[in-house]
């Protein structure tokens, strides 16, 4: 096993999630040092690469495309609801069932609510 950091990668996902664009190159770069071996020795080559970042997951689509082989991506976020899920404790008020909101403090014009769409269901009050 190989543990392997990035300075980058969450910035590179965070950009990536408010429009900027993000090369290729910048995040190849980042992945280059998961991958551990040659192209034919299939004993000895990475074969598995954890996202160990919550940002991460945001690339995953890219990632896949620009990783040297095929590896197998372990995405954290369903175990990490489903802990956070353990740890509220079973659902059963009115508040429950009020649907999710994004709330925006910065006074910034942001530029997340197309990004974000998605995991609120579709709707993003702003």
């Known amino acids: 096993m190989t543990l392997v950091g990035s300075s980058e990668l969450a910035s590179l996902a965070e950009n ?10 910048d995040i190849a770069a980042e992945l280059a040092p998961c991958f551990v ?8 080559r990475t074969d598995t690469v954890v996202l160990a970042c919550t940002h991460y997951p ?3 689509d890219r990632f896949v495309i620009l990783a040297p082989w095929p590896v197998e ?8 609801a489903r802990r956070v899920c353990d740890l509220l404790g079973p659902r059963g008020t009115e508040i429950d069932e009020a ?21 609120f269901g579709g709707r993003v009050p702003a």
Not at 16 to 25: K, T, Y
């Open 58 to 60: 945001l690339l995953l």
């Open 16 to 25: 990536a999630l408010s429009g900027a664009p993000v090369s290729d190159s």
């Open 73 to 80: 991506w372990i995405d954290p976020a369903p175990a990490i």
């Open 99 to 119: 649907g999710a909101e994004m709330i925006f403090t910065s006074k910034r014009q942001h530029t997340l609510g197309g990004a974000l769409t998605p995991f």
């Open 37 to 44: 071996g040659s192209r034919t020795e299939l004993t000895t």
